[in-house]
Nanobody, 125 residues
């Protein structure tokens, strides 16, 4: 049974940092591309960042470039999202997801097969 479990969310002030983790079990993370998505209240689930199999390929939505960093530790089957200089508009539930079939990245939620339950990130002004 595949499970993705996110952790590290919380309530912080604007300008603060958080590091999200996504621990995968039931799959070999090194054969999956991984992504982070977020969903604000009343909004659709949006792409945030993605990383390829080996970790050298990454992609970010423009609004988080220079502030967020995605990384992976395949030995630990874990993907991370380091979030710096947080803004109130970053407030959302953050989900990690796993994408099979190919070493690249994707911004399309439909390309991801497995999803975690999400972790809440709230940034106060």
């Amino acid at each position: 049974q595949v499970q993705l479990v996110e952790s590290g969310g919380g309530l912080v002030q604007a300008g603060s940092s958080l590091k999200l983790s996504c621990a995968a079990s039931g799959l070999t993370a090194s054969t999956y591309g991984m992504g982070w998505f977020r969903q604000a209240p009343g909004a659709e689930r949006d792409f945030v960042a993605a990383i390829g199999w080996g970790g050298s390929l990454t992609d970010y939505v423009d609004s988080v470039k220079g502030r967020f960093t995605i990384a992976r530790d395949n030995a630990k089957n874990t993907v991370y999202l380091q979030m710096n200089s947080l803004k109130p508009e970053d407030t959302a539930v953050y989900y990690c997801a796993a994408k099979p079939r190919g070493p690249g990245t994707s911004r399309k939620s439909g390309d991801y097969v497995y999803w975690g339950q999400g972790t809440q990130v709230t940034v106060s002004s």
